[in-house]
């Protein structure tokens, strides 16, 4: 298993890479789309948990497909950076907007909030996405020992 382990590991890489930058061939990702995250995250050997919170409702597809994106690359970091064994997708369907939390029990920074500052694409790349849609990204640490990743979503005032 544990030969295994790092093939695994650059196959999901791949396989996020792959979803994350090349030209869509078919319709955007959405919020179900989750459970292959889920599952090939199992198969490289991370417990990825997803927790959702309120009632499940239709939000504006730019809101679902930025979900999707923030979702994809704070899982590609855990992976990547964290040595992380252990991760929590919420999601959680507020009155007027989604809030996304990614925490995760890896290796954490000593100061979380200048990953934003220091970061490189991805994070940036995040940062961006909430921004667009006038909402908010903060990264914290976790309860669990690594970070905590947060998005604030506006849903445009459904309840």
């Known amino acids: 298993a544990s030969r295994e382990a790092p093939t695994e590991l650059r196959s999901l890489l791949e396989v996020l890479r792959d979803e994350a930058d090349a030209a869509p061939r ?5 919020l179900t789309s989750l459970d292959a995250l889920e599952e090939r995250s ?3 050997g991370l417990d990825l948990r ?21 979702i994809q690359e704070s899982v590609t970091n855990v992976v990547r950076h964290a ?8 999601l959680e369907y507020r009155a007027g907007s989604l809030l996304l939390t990614i925490d995760d029990d890896g290796v954490g920074a000593s100061d979380p909030t200048a990953l934003v500052e220091l970061g490189g694409n991805g994070v940036r790349g995040m940062q961006e996405r909430a921004a667009a849609l006038g909402g908010t990204f903060a990264i914290d640490h ?3 020992g690594g ?4 998005a604030d979503l506006p849903t445009g005032g459904q309840s």
């Open 142 to 144: 976790s309860s669990l």
């Open 147 to 150: 970070l905590l990743i947060r």
């Open 50 to 70: 997803r927790r959702t919170v309120g009632e499940v409702r239709p939000v504006p597809a730019a809101v679902e497909l930025a979900a999707v994106r923030i």
């Open 42 to 44: 199992r198969l490289a």
């Open 83 to 90: 040595r992380a064994m252990h991760v929590v997708v919420g």
């Open 26 to 30: 078919e319709p955007a990702q959405m």
